[in-house]
C-alpha cells in the first residue's frame, strides 16, 4: 500500500530485526511539521496529523460545523476551500453533537496547502448510527484542551463552546462581533483567552466575557506575540434572583466585583481607569487570591496604569505576600517570583515559607533563587580582624 499517495509523508524503513518469529520494524513518518518514530510489530497502524473538518457556506464565507484529528490543541484554518472561516456554528465544539444540514462539506487537510473537498449528506451524518471515527478523534468538549480561532472569525453561534470540560485555554482575533447564548457553559476548566490585538483597540472581548462568569485571565498579545502587551484578571461573580412578592417579582442580587470590572469596556476598548477603580469594593468581597491576581498583573503589565491605583496595589502585595508567594510557586511562574522580590523586599519568614512551599512542590529552580535572595538580604556579615601585636 502506497501510504505517501496524496499527502507530504515520506516513510523511510530505518531498521529491520527478526525475533522468535516476529517481525519488528522501525519506521520513520516526516511530514512538513513534525517528525515522529514509530515502533510496532507487522500489524502496522499509521497515524497522521490530517485534519477533517465539515462546514457549509456562511455569505461569502464558511461556518465550522465539527472537526475531527489526533490533537487536543486545534489551529483552526483561517480558509477553507477558498473560503473564509468566519463562523463557528451552533454546537461545533460542544460534547453534544449538532445537527448537521442537508449538504454539508467536507474538507480534509492533511498540510494548510492540501486539501481536499467532498459534498456529503448531512442527513446521513445524523443518523445515530452513523460511525464518525474514520475522520479521526472528534475533536469536542470531551477532548479539547486549547483552540485557536482564525482572525477572520466573527461569529460564534449557540453554544459554540458548550460542556467543553477539558478546554483551558482560547485565542481569538478582534474582529469577534456576535455572540450566541450558552457560549461556554460548564467550560470549568477554561482559565486563559488570549486576545490576538492590542488593548488599545477595539475587539469582542466584552461579548465574550458577558457569557464567562468564572475566573478569567485575558493576554493581550498583539500581532500573534507570544510576548502580552497587558494581562488581565476577571474574578468570578454569582448572580441569582430573590422573590419579593406573591406577583413573582424579582431582584436580581450580585455578588463579586468581577461583574463590575467586566463593565469596565468603552466602545470594546478597556477603560483601565474603570477596572483600577473596581479595586476598592473588590478589597471587601474578593478573596486574597483573587486581589493578587489582579494587583500582579496590573504591576507587572502596568498598561495606562495610574500612580494613585499602583500604590494600593502595591499594598495588596505587600498585605498579602504570602498568598502572592502562593501563587508563583502553584504555577512554578520564576517571572513572578522575581518580580516580587525585587519589588516588595518580602522580610525573612515569608522568604522561608516560599522555601518550604518550593520544596513541598519540588521545584528546585524556585527554591535555589528564593534560598539565594535571603542570603544576600539577611545573612549575618561577619568579620575577621587580624591583631598583629
Known sequence: MDFTKNTNLSIEKISENKTSGNELSVTKISDSTAEKTFTN??????????????WEPADSGCRLLRCFGNSPILNVPDMIDGRTVSEMGA????????????????????????????????????????????????????????????DCATTLHNAAFYNCRKLKKLS????????????????????HL???????????LPLILERIAENITVSF?????????????????????DEISPAHIFSRSIHGEGFRMRKSFENGILNYRKYDSCLENALTVESPESLCKIALNRLRWPSRLEDIFREKYENVIKKYMGTAFTLAVKDQDFPMLQFICEHFSPDASALASAIDQCIEKEWGEGNAFLIEAKHKSFSKKTFDFDLDF
Open 172 to 191: 481569538v482575533g478582534t474582529a469577534i462581533s456576535g455572540i450566541g447564548s450558552d457560549e461556554f457553559m460548564n467550560d470549568s476548566q477554561l482559565e
Open 41 to 54: 510489530n507487522a500489524s502496522f497502524h499509521f497515524v497522521t496529523d490530517t485534519l477533517t473538518i465539515l
Open 91 to 150: 454546537y461545533c465544539f460542544s460534547r453534544s453533537r449538532p445537527r448537521f444540514p442537508e449538504k454539508i462539506y467536507k474538507t480534509i487537510f492533511i498540510d494548510i496547502e492540501n486539501q481536499e473537498t467532498t459534498l456529503e449528506s448531512g442527513q446521513a451524518f445524523n443518523q445515530k448510527d452513523f460511525d464518525f471515527s474514520a475522520f479521526g478523534t472528534e475533536l469536542d468538549g470531551t477532548f479539547l484542551e486549547e483552540i485557536t480561532l482564525p
Open 221 to 241: 498579545c498583539p500581532n500573534s506575540s507570544s510576548s502580552p502587551e497587558s494581562i488581565v484578571f476577571f474574578p468570578e461573580y454569582y448572580e441569582w434572583l
Open 194 to 204: 488570549i486576545i490576538r490585538g492590542k488593548d488599545s483597540e477595539a475587539t469582542g
